[in-house]
């Protein structure tokens, strides 16, 4: 009698497993379809038709998606889908995809381990992997990489510039007139 019981709670819990599969892959298909909307909407300036001059101030206040966001979707969707003719119920989860992009771009022969990569592994080994790759080089990175990081380090470099320039602006204005006598 036991052994029935447990057979039917396995049972159900496969039943479970199943459905969140299910749902995970209906998931992975909408923010596929979502990546081609935004791709239209972009490509075609149909933001510019609502009011909005840029196309991240859209996303951000039509879509409720930050700028960063949308471009790491779309840079998925453009080299999986436009680029190397992927169907989106062939890929995994678009972020994943974004990862290896750079990767896959720059070494087009590998890009169906990569996926397969993407496929199986969880987002922190894949991003293991790829610090891992390089053409053989230990943790050596892509073109890029280097650029994305270059972009970055210039961006925090600017942002601490206008920083320190607000605080001394501020402090300027706080201090106190001295009165000449």
């Not at 497993?17 to 075609?44: N, P, T």
């Not at 990767?103 to 894949?126: F, R, V, Y």
Request: hydrophobic share 35%; proline share 3%.
């Amino acid at each position: 009698m036991a052994t029935k019981g447990i057979a039917t709670k396995a049972e159900q819990e496969f039943e479970v497993v199943k459905q969140l599969r299910s749902l995970f892959s209906s998931v992975h298909i909408g923010l596929w379809k979502a990546a081609e909307l935004l791709f239209l909407v972009r490509d075609r300036k149909g933001y510019q038709s609502l009011g909005y001059d840029d196309f991240a101030d859209y996303c951000e206040g039509e879509v409720g998606k930050a700028a960063s966001t949308v471009h790491q979707l779309l840079k998925a969707y453009e080299v999986a889908i436009l680029k190397y003719g992927y169907k989106p119920e062939d890929l995994p989860d678009p972020s994943k995809v974004y990862l290896i992009s750079g990767i896959i771009e720059e070494s087009p022969g590998e890009k169906d381990e990569w996926m397969q990569k993407a496929h199986n592994l969880t987002a922190a080994d894949l991003r293991r992997e790829k610090r891992n790759f390089v053409h053989g080089e230990e943790n050596a990175c892509t073109k890029w990489e280097l650029q994305v990081y270059e972009v970055c380090v210039e961006g925090s470099k600017e942002r601490h510039r206008r920083f320190d320039l607000e605080k001394k602006l501020q402090a300027m204005e706080k201090k106190p007139k001295k009165k000449k006598s």
